[in-house]
């Protein structure tokens, strides 16, 4: 028995969608199917009702979840407790690479009751730590949220609460404007020069949406492609085209040569939100949830 198939099937139970979730684990959706198929003979049980679209449990699969889930909670444990972490203490957050860099360092001190609660960070894109969230190899998952393009978690399952938001603006250079480098909406003749998400990322889907329901159309070209906000930043700091950033990644002091341009014809807003499983076994989870919610900016106030 592969801990994997485990993974796998929670996995698969959380987006009911083969493909979807072979790609989430980063695995052929041939070697997925085989994997799911490898722990329904070692159970001795259909988990899964192929017949049914879109796919679902059967009932030995949603009372195998449970057991699932918990078990890869409690080998997530063991783990810390061998490498001698204090895992009773111990508490695995999933969050966005922009998250972890420019908001958790303002969350944590006050979340962990100045370091009472002990963490380890899963970071990666929205599918990642979706994903391993989905898998029970974190507790809490924090990410970002647009009604038009939600984060697919099954609200009987999974409660949220919202942390505040975000503004997403395009940005560039002060040098670069000075220098009559651009100037927007640009033209046919004169596209601008714009730094954009990699197309699988989720901002990526959140500034296309944004350019395409703008007023006001937009003549660009596509001059580089990164999956993190980071390099794009760097990039619009060297003068090298214009960027959709949160405001969080240019606040505080941060790149301070980088102006938001645009008049807010392409601005859009996302919301930060966390989640937790409803039905988890550890009282240190229900100890950084009740601070999370606690230290929440009121409703309309984002910049904590």
Not at 75 to 92: F, K, L, M, T, Y
Not at 185 to 204: D, E
Not at 277 to 283: D, F, K, Q, S, Y
Request: glycine share 8%; net charge negative.
């Amino acid at each position: 028995m592969d801990t994997r198939w485990f993974q796998d099937f929670v996995t698969l139970a959380e987006v009911q969608n083969f493909t979807r979730a072979a790609d989430l684990r980063n695995v052929s959706q041939a070697a997925f199917s085989r994997r799911i198929q490898a722990l329904e003979q070692w159970l001795g049980a259909k988990l899964i009702d192929r017949a049914a679209f879109p796919t679902r449990l059967t009932p030995a699969g949603e009372r195998f979840r449970k057991v699932a889930t918990q078990l890869l909670g409690q080998i997530a444990d063991a783990r810390a407790e061998i490498g001698e972490a204090p895992s009773r203490n111990h508490v695995r957050i999933a969050l966005t690479y922009t998250l972890a860099s420019t908001r958790l360092p303002g969350w944590w001190p006050a979340w962990s009751d100045r370091g009472a609660i002990t963490c380890s960070l899963e970071v990666g894109n929205v599918h990642d730590t979706v994903s391993a969230f989905s898998a029970g190899s974190a507790d809490i998952l924090i990410g970002f949220h647009q009604a038009t393009h939600p984060i697919q978690l099954d609200a009987a399952r999974f409660e949220r609460f919202e942390l505040g938001s975000e503004k997403l603006r395009p940005y560039a250079s002060v040098a670069l404007l000075e220098a009559g480098g651009i100037t927007l909406p640009g033209s046919a003749s004169q596209p601008v020069p714009l730094l954009m998400y990699s197309p699988s990322g989720y901002f990526a889907r959140v500034v296309d949406t944004a350019i395409e329901q703008s007023a006001e159309p937009l003549c660009g070209y596509r001059a580089f492609e990164a999956e993190m906000t980071d390099i794009l930043a760097d990039l619009a700091c060297q003068g090298m085209g214009i960027a959709w950033l949160p405001d969080s990644s240019v606040g505080a002091g941060r790149l301070q040569n980088l102006v938001a341009v645009g008049d807010g014809a392409w601005d859009t807003t996302v919301s930060i939100v966390a989640y937790r499983a409803r039905a988890h076994p550890r009282g240190v989870v229900d100890q950084l949830w009740a601070r999370i919610v606690a230290e929440a900016p009121p409703p309309g106030d984002s910049d904590r």
